[in-house]
């Protein structure tokens, strides 16, 4: 049993002339007395919590930063009226800062054999699963001095996807496909792509792609035009180390790492390629693979909700033999990695000739926007140290992408707003280049 706010009033109210008025000890007493009779009866008549029946409903996903209601249902099967406060608690990060006590706490008054419902807001603040922890309720009697208290179990899970805010560049991406397809005869000649018909020379034709039979069965010289082939096969490696934890713009580049990757696989899938995901450190933490072209953006986006940083440094070995294993004939592998010189120069230099001998390898890091807006800083001395920090920060970046281009390796690095674009460029230009 409870006491509410308003009997601990009282029974100060009565219990203070105790020590100070002994002549009137009887009817203090009485006072007393009657306030306990009156909190007795009000615990009484306030309805069990126990036997209250609780489930749940409502939306089990949601993506990261819109909102997600989930319904919890109140059966009142005892012969007393329910009035009661409700407190349903989710994990802090369910909500923006601030906003818990308003979301989570609800009234309610739910009258014999009958139900009540109440939804519960969240807006998640991180990606993941967010599971529901405990619902407690405070059941008053009718005076509302006193009230029974318990708590329920009522399990549910909330996956919070990525957001996918990159998807606004999908519908020029896909002009530019189709506008690519429309101009293969321009675009795509030469070995490894699907041969698609012929036209007449023009100068300037690659004279390899001459077809001497059908030029010598006709006036003009008739080369062979081409179309980018279908059904190739893209590899998505996530490296999940210690360095796709460094924040940029207030997320870890992780999160950059997977919007740029949900839109190169949306991309991909449209122009009826395969795509298959990797996440590693040095232990496989997500694998899609063998979905078809509808169900490849679902499967992936489910796999990387629970994804984070882990604080290890990555097996660049473990990594590459884990592409091969997924990758066994040809493909294109993108690697979201750092372009940092230690990490590239002691872990993924050593094998990346593993890759490149058989598969065409992008290569995309995330840029932290910060550094050039440091090497632009000038005013007093400790500007300037700033950006001759930061210009030297990205020079080593330009010699590590300029390392991995002499290997055979495209080089895509950009802030988190534009990795994502600049990625399906890179993409549709190899595409045009015929080296898909």
């Not at 990060?93 to 818990?100: C, K, L, P, R, V």
């Not at 496909?177 to 070995?191: K, N």
């Not at 096969?233 to 992780?254: E, K």
């Not at 890091?365 to 440091?374: E, N």
């Amino acid at each position: 049993m409870a006491l509410t706010g308003r009997a601990a009033l009282l029974a100060a109210l009565g219990s203070v002339p105790v020590g100070v008025l002994e002549p009137g000890w009887t009817g203090i007493l009485a006072v007393n007395g009657s306030l306990a009779l009156a909190c007795a009866c009000d615990y009484a008549l306030a309805a069990p919590v126990r036997r209250l029946l609780l489930t749940r409903s409502g939306d089990s996903s949601v993506r990261l930063g819109d909102t997600a209601d989930v319904t919890l249902t109140i059966t009142n099967p005892s012969r007393r009226l329910l009035r009661a406060r409700l407190r349903d608690a989710w994990p802090p990060s369910s909500w923006q800062a601030g906003t818990e006590i308003e979301a989570s706490r609800h009234r309610l008054s739910v009258p014999p054999g009958e139900r009540r419902r109440v939804t519960t807001r969240l807006r998640p603040t991180r990606r993941g699963d967010r599971q529901a922890d405990r619902v407690t309720i405070r059941s008053y009697g009718p005076l509302g001095l006193v009230a029974r208290q318990g708590s329920h179990k009522v399990p549910w899970t909330v996956r919070v996807l990525p957001p996918f805010t990159s998807r606004k560049h999908l519908p020029s991406r896909l002009a530019r496909l189709r506008e690519l397809d429309g101009r293969t005869s321009l675009l795509t000649r030469g070995e490894g792509t699907e041969f698609d018909s012929l036209r007449e020379y023009v100068p300037g034709d690659d004279t390899r792609s001459i077809d001497w039979r059908a030029t010598a069965r006709q006036s003009a010289v008739a080369v062979r035009t081409w179309r980018p082939e279908r059904d190739r096969h893209i590899l998505l490696v996530l490296d999940t180390g210690r360095t796709s934890a460094g924040r940029v713009d207030d997320a870890p580049r992780l999160d950059a790492s997977l919007d740029a990757a949900l839109l190169l696989a949306a991309l991909a899938s449209r122009a009826g390629d395969r795509v298959a995901l990797l996440a590693y450190d040095r232990r496989v933490r997500a694998l899609v693979q063998g979905r078809s072209a509808g169900d490849v953006l679902p499967s992936l986006v489910n796999a990387m909700a629970g994804l984070e940083p882990e604080l290890v440094e990555t097996d660049a070995r473990g990594l590459t033999a884990g592409a091969l294993r997924t990758a066994p004939r040809r493909s294109l592998i993108v690697l979201f990695t750092t372009l940092d010189a230690a990490p590239v120069e002691q872990g993924l230099l050593p094998v990346l000739p593993q890759l490149t001998r058989r598969h065409t390898v992008l290569i995309a890091s995330v840029a932290d926007p910060g550094i050039a807006r440091m090497a632009q800083a000038r005013g007093d001395v400790e500007s300037v140290y700033e950006a001759a920090a930061a210009a030297q920060t990205q020079g080593e970046r330009r010699r590590t992408a300029e390392q991995l281009r002499r290997h055979g390796v495209t080089v895509v690095d950009a802030t988190p707003e534009d990795l994502a674009p600049a990625l399906a460029d890179a993409y549709l230009a190899l595409k045009a280049a015929g080296r898909l």
